[in-house]
């Protein structure tokens, strides 16, 4: 039976359905029957006049989708305005709620700080009645007087401990006097009108100078972690970073300066000379750097007067003053070095003292005299060769028992030149 129903619920829905389709098409049919019969009548009128019924009617067709594109655009746009005011209402809900907390996270700070100082007053009094036994030791002056000046109760209660303490130890009493800071009254942190600053003694205002700094003890751990930080960073700026800028890699140096060499010629002891240098930003980017320290032989002589110039994009020039106030008539050779992002760069430092170069002047030779004097060397060196060489060729050789013969002269075993 449930299955019967509900075929016969199908059916019955399925012909509603069918005759909705039917009756939306018969409507459809009509409109587009009645829709021809007026473009037809529409033609043959254009037609009358002379127009032509497609081009009237493709005009009319383009009028009509623009017109329903620029219905569908406004709707769009109308439904734009209205997500856009939603969020923004739902925008200013959040800003308030996220307002109206911190509002309270504000106030219940204030009131917490509120209460933590009502509570360290309040300790602070409970220590001050525990310390001398009053309710406020220090805020008001004790009626009692000593030499025509007010005496604050406080002034009292440390006498009176003070005598305490003579009587338990006469030892140190004994050994203090009257004229020793430590019999002196301690000043009183209050001043009265009328009263000299130097009355209020110095006591006071050391104490108020003398302020308690607090270091915090640092456990092996925790020093090695702090020791090795540091040594990290050092290596990072003494390394320096790489400069890329659109895949390009920076490579050798970021700064150049001018002159390239920070030269002072002929100084004189006790003397002050200046030098302007020009630094540029020769890198791919911004860059900036600073001065790095000098050298210990050179802070007492050399002095850099230096503005950081801050981001210097590329190309842009900075200058600074180095003056030099020797102190000895010696040469300095060293190196002034800047520090950057990219890493640490040197400039060549030199200081000469004066110096004094030789000159003369050679005297003038006469060519043809020269070369006249070394031919007549040359030929009074080959005559004398020439007759060594004859005189030679014609002595005997020599006979031990009879004669010998030195330099071109024969000499008999006799001892007699012939």
């Keep these: 039976m ?5 075929l016969v619920q199908f059916a019955q ?16 049919r009509k409109k587009r ?27 009319q067709e383009v009028q009509t989708r623009m017109r329903r594109k620029a219905q569908a655009l406004a709707q769009a746009q109308q439904r734009r305005s209205e997500i856009l005011a939603e969020r923004l209402v739902d925008e200013d809900k959040w ?10 996270k504000r106030a219940s700070e204030k009131r917490f700080q509120e209460e933590l100082g009502t509570l360290r007053q309040k300790e602070v009094s409970k220590y001050l009645r525990k310390m001398t036994g009053v309710e406020d030791p220090s805020a008001v002056a004790s009626t009692a007087t000593e030499g025509g000046n007010l005496v ?9 401990v003070a005598t305490v303490q003579s009587s338990l130890h006469p030892s140190r009493s004994h050994g203090t006097q009257e004229g020793t800071p430590s019999s002196a009254p301690r000043a009183s942190r209050f001043k009265f009108a009328g009263t000299d600053d130097k009355e209020s003694g110095e006591t006071a205002s050391l104490g ?14 925790e020093a090695q972690s702090l020791r090795r930080s540091l040594d990290a960073q050092k290596r990072r700026v003494l390394r320096g970073e790489v400069q890329r800028v659109a895949g390009k890699v920076h490579e050798g140096p970021s700064f150049r300066a001018r002159p390239e060499t920070i030269h002072f010629e002929n100084f004189e002891p006790d003397q002050v000379y200046r030098k302007t240098v020009e630094i540029t930003n020769i890198s791919l980017t911004f860059n900036t750097f ?7 032989e050179l802070r007492d002589v050399i002095d850099v007067d230096f503005v950081p110039p801050g981001r210097m994009s590329a190309g842009t020039t900075t200058s600074f003053t180095v003056t030099f106030s020797p102190k000895r008539n010696a040469d300095i050779f060293s190196k002034l070095s800047i520090l950057a992002p990219t890493g640490p760069e040197e400039f060549p430092l030199l200081c000469s003292t004066k110096k004094t170069v030789l000159t003369f002047s050679p005297p003038l030779v006469d060519i043809a005299d020269f070369v006249a004097k070394a031919r007549e060397e040359d030929e009074s060196t080959s005559e004398a060769l020439g007759q060594k060489e004859t005189d030679t060729a014609e002595a005997k050789p020599l006979d031990p028992g009879k004669q010998h013969v030195v330099t071109g002269h024969r000499i008999s075993s006799h001892g007699h030149l012939s």
């Excluded at 800003?95 to 309270?104: C, F, L, P, S, V």
């Excluded at 600073?290 to 050298?295: A, F, K, S, T």
């Design 33 to 59: 029957a009645e829709q021809q019969e007026r473009q037809r009548a529409e033609a043959l009128r254009l037609m009358g006049i002379g127009q032509s019924p497609a081009e009237v009617f493709k005009i």
């Design 95 to 104: 800003q308030e709620a996220a307002e109206d907390h911190q509002r309270q």
């Design 290 to 296: 600073r001065i790095g320290p000098l050298p210990e």
């Design 152 to 160: 604050f109760a406080s002034s009292l209660i440390r006498k009176n």
């Design 13 to 28: 829905s399925l012909d509603k359905v069918t005759g909705e389709v039917a009756s939306c098409s018969e409507k459809s």
């Design 2 to 6: 449930a299955r019967a129903k509900r």
């Design 208 to 221: 108020r100078r003398a302020q308690f700094h607090w270091e915090p003890k640092l456990s092996k751990f």
